[in-house]
């Protein structure tokens, strides 16, 4: 039986790389990034099997950015969020988020409290964004919720406690050519099949996308078994 794809998860990189091979200012590579998201969400709603799919949109370290680079980021997902409020409607997409949010603006985290809220009964897809998102970080705060409420550390207890207690992640996929982590989803990756490619997330295509995913179905998942 082929493997069964329900939770996708996506480190989207290259865009800064993308627009300087193209000589243009980074800004314009996080620009059309967004436009693959929106490509790729939409197949994802689409897709017979994928009920989650995960995107990493702003890293714990992506901070130490320069300033003007990270201010355009959070302009760029507040316009985002706004412009896509229909889309998700009509697609029907579920908008969720994982990471810390404390230290977003009022403006950013209302925007992303009114998606939530809004696409909270759409059931084709939950598209997850993770935001100011650390894979180390996510576990220790879990372990703190626990313990704030008296429970002792396991498995179980500690996935319960995660930023949004999904599903693990069946196929990580990595964009640009790079071959790491970068601290995402440490704790639900454990036994995720992963696919690296060298296109830059700008050129990432649907294309792309269902080649890797017929290449994922052919693998034997043994999850440490036999």
Known sequence: ??????????????????????????????????????????????????????LYAFSTENWKRPKLEVDYLMHLLRKYLKEEQPRYMEHGIRFEVIGDLSPFSDRLRE????????TRSNRELTQILALNYGGRDEIVRSVRRLL????????????????????????????????????????????????????????FSVDELRSIIEQFRKRERKFGGI
Request: proline share 3%; with cysteine; charged share 30%.
């Open 1 to 54: 039986m082929s493997n069964r794809l329900r939770h996708l998860a996506i480190i989207m990189d290259g865009n800064g790389r993308w627009a300087k091979e193209r000589g243009l200012r980074r800004t314009k590579g996080h620009e059309a990034g967004v436009d693959t998201v929106r490509r790729i969400t939409e197949y994802c709603a689409t897709h017979p099997e994928i009920e989650t799919l995960t």
């Open 148 to 203: 704030a409420v008296g429970e002792e550390p396991s498995e179980q207890s500690i996935s319960a406690h995660l930023d949004t207690p999904y599903s693990d992640v069946d196929l990580l996929i990595r964009t640009s050519g790079e071959q790491r982590l970068s601290n995402f989803l440490l704790w639900q990756l454990s036994y995720t099949e992963l696919a690296f490619t060298d296109s830059y997330w700008p050129d």
């Open 111 to 118: 925007v992303i409290e009114e998606t939530r809220q809004r």
